[in-house]
């Protein structure tokens, strides 16, 4: 390959995605038994790092693979691809616990890096058609940078200001002016046939923050701090409630559902929008909270948890990673459904044990109330399916067509 090799003391030099593309099609048919990582080093600044604790994230993580028999890409926005032998991958997990090591005093977890798809995981065997659209992706972005065309999500490191108290005053005026409908987007969680068409469960309405961004406050890195943007999604989940009321007064049957923090189901305004809220209605209203915002303060949680359930809504827990799945007991934390988010590393990832382990998982929480969410493909609904999941959530299930009813 013509990256730059681990295990050498040669200088690492830069390669552009048009490099690493190239080199990946030259693997098409000789891909058995390897596999690829991209450590998306420009989304860290979602995260709140700088470009200097950047740098010494990816060093770390790179001097880690340095034993290992393979070759580094390093691309225009600082992010980094490593392209290696599967036989290795306890070293590659061994590399990635030093990463997680690093960034524990920035309470990010590995967890967290798979389900934010910060650390992406291919095994080539399996996923090479996935890795090569994947990396022609990288290229395009690559080719649009250099044209001068900014891609704010590719590259985290730009000239955007940081969200700061006076612009986050400025856009709650604008919120709460704001006709959001054209910010606010959909999509089903539904059950599937055996010959994949779909049973709609529920719909769920969700803004984007990138949207916002560029409609409301061009020029400001709303994810910057991250104090102030958790209290921007407050200030979202009020105007998404709104949303939540009028779609599910449109239907006499159908669940609709929002993201919303456990901060809010304890507010003052939720409690308005509560007693404004028809009886029969609330039935229909699902409720989705984070996993990290519960598990940092399960007491809050338990108790915002039993005043929903009291009022008749229905209550999701969304945001799970493979690895936080262990902790979760639906019946235990009283949720109606549990949403498990698919990352492009779990197939690398099984073994008999952790296979057995997800299989009891999922008939712990009930295998009619565990949702697969992002499903970009059939593979992944087979996946969840052979290990008994029944719910699935996805670009891919939103192009599937739905079943008749009988």
């Given at each position: 390959?013509?990256?730059?090799?681990?295990?050498?003391?040669?200088?690492?030099?830069?390669?552009?995605?048009?490099?690493?593309?190239?080199?990946?099609?030259?693997l098409k048919g000789r891909c058995m038994g390897r596999m690829a990582v991209h450590?998306?080093?420009?989304?860290?600044?979602?995260?709140?790092?700088?470009?200097?604790?950047?740098?010494?994230?990816?060093?770390?993580?790179?001097?880690?693979?340095?034993?290992?028999?393979g070759d580094f890409y390093h691309l225009h926005n600082q992010d980094l691809v490593f392209i290696g032998i599967s036989r290795q991958i306890k070293a590659l997990e061994a590399a990635e616990g030093k990463l997680a090591s690093l960034l524990e005093e920035h309470d990010v977890s590995l967890d967290t890096l798979r389900r934010e798809h910060i650390l992406l995981r291919f095994s080539l065997d399996l996923k090479?058609?996935?890795?090569?659209?994947?990396?022609?992706?990288?290229?395009?972005?690559?080719?649009?940078?250099?044209?001068?065309?900014?891609?704010?999500?590719?590259?985290?490191?730009?000239?955007?200001?940081?969200?700061?108290?006076?612009?986050?005053?400025?856009?709650?005026?604008?919120?709460?002016?704001?006709?959001?409908?054209d910010l606010v987007r959909q999509q089903s969680a539904c059950r599937l046939t055996d010959d994949l068409k779909t049973q709609r469960l529920f719909t769920e309405y969700f803004t984007s923050i990138r949207e916002v961004e560029r409609n409301l406050l061009p020029g400001t890195d709303l994810l910057d701090n991250r104090a102030l943007f958790k209290y921007l999604t407050q200030i979202l989940d009020l105007r998404m409630?709104?949303?939540?009321?009028?779609?599910?007064?449109?239907?006499?049957?159908e669940m609709v559902s929002i993201n919303i923090n456990v901060a809010t189901l304890l507010s003052q305004?939720?409690?308005?929008?509560?007693?404004?809220?028809?009886?029969?209605?609330?039935?229909?209203?699902?409720?989705?909270?984070?996993?990290?915002?519960?598990?940092?303060?399960?007491?809050?949680?338990?108790?915002?948890?039993?005043?929903?359930l009291q009022q008749g809504?229905?209550?999701?827990?969304?945001?799970?990673?493979?690895?936080?799945f262990s902790r979760i007991d639906r019946d235990h934390l009283k949720v109606d459904y549990v949403k498990l988010v698919w990352d492009d590393s779990w197939p690398s990832r099984f073994n008999n044990s952790v296979a057995r382990?997800?299989?009891?998982?999922?008939?712990?929480?009930?295998?009619?109330?565990t949702i697969l969410h992002r499903c970009q493909d059939e593979k992944v609904i087979r996946f969840g399916q052979k290990f008994g999941i029944q719910l699935f959530q996805g670009h891919y299930v939103d192009g599937l067509p739905r079943a008749r009813l009988r």
């Amino acid at each position: 390959m013509k990256g730059a090799k681990t295990g050498s003391s040669e200088t690492v030099r830069r390669h552009k995605a048009s490099a690493l593309l190239a080199q990946v099609e030259r693997l098409k048919g000789r891909c058995m038994g390897r596999m690829a990582v991209h450590l998306r080093i420009s989304k860290l600044a979602d995260k709140g790092f700088n470009q200097h604790q950047a740098r010494i994230v990816s060093q770390v993580f790179e001097t880690s693979l340095n034993a290992l028999e393979g070759d580094f890409y390093h691309l225009h926005n600082q992010d980094l691809v490593f392209i290696g032998i599967s036989r290795q991958i306890k070293a590659l997990e061994a590399a990635e616990g030093k990463l997680a090591s690093l960034l524990e005093e920035h309470d990010v977890s590995l967890d967290t890096l798979r389900r934010e798809h910060i650390l992406l995981r291919f095994s080539l065997d399996l996923k090479y058609d996935v890795f090569l659209s994947h990396v022609r992706n990288l290229a395009v972005r690559e080719q649009r940078a250099h044209a001068g065309e900014r891609d704010a999500d590719d590259n985290g490191f730009d000239d955007r200001r940081p969200l700061d108290s006076k612009g986050l005053a400025e856009l709650e005026r604008l919120l709460e002016n704001a006709d959001i409908t054209d910010l606010v987007r959909q999509q089903s969680a539904c059950r599937l046939t055996d010959d994949l068409k779909t049973q709609r469960l529920f719909t769920e309405y969700f803004t984007s923050i990138r949207e916002v961004e560029r409609n409301l406050l061009p020029g400001t890195d709303l994810l910057d701090n991250r104090a102030l943007f958790k209290y921007l999604t407050q200030i979202l989940d009020l105007r998404m409630l709104v949303v939540l009321r009028h779609e599910a007064s449109r239907s006499s049957d159908e669940m609709v559902s929002i993201n919303i923090n456990v901060a809010t189901l304890l507010s003052q305004k939720f409690l308005k929008f509560d007693q404004e809220m028809p009886i029969g209605l609330r039935g229909r209203l699902m409720l989705e909270l984070q996993y990290d915002d519960v598990f940092s303060d399960l007491k809050n949680f338990a108790f915002a948890r039993d005043f929903a359930l009291q009022q008749g809504y229905r209550l999701c827990l969304d945001g799970i990673g493979l690895d936080g799945f262990s902790r979760i007991d639906r019946d235990h934390l009283k949720v109606d459904y549990v949403k498990l988010v698919w990352d492009d590393s779990w197939p690398s990832r099984f073994n008999n044990s952790v296979a057995r382990e997800l299989q009891s998982l999922v008939q712990r929480n009930g295998p009619d109330h565990t949702i697969l969410h992002r499903c970009q493909d059939e593979k992944v609904i087979r996946f969840g399916q052979k290990f008994g999941i029944q719910l699935f959530q996805g670009h891919y299930v939103d192009g599937l067509p739905r079943a008749r009813l009988r």
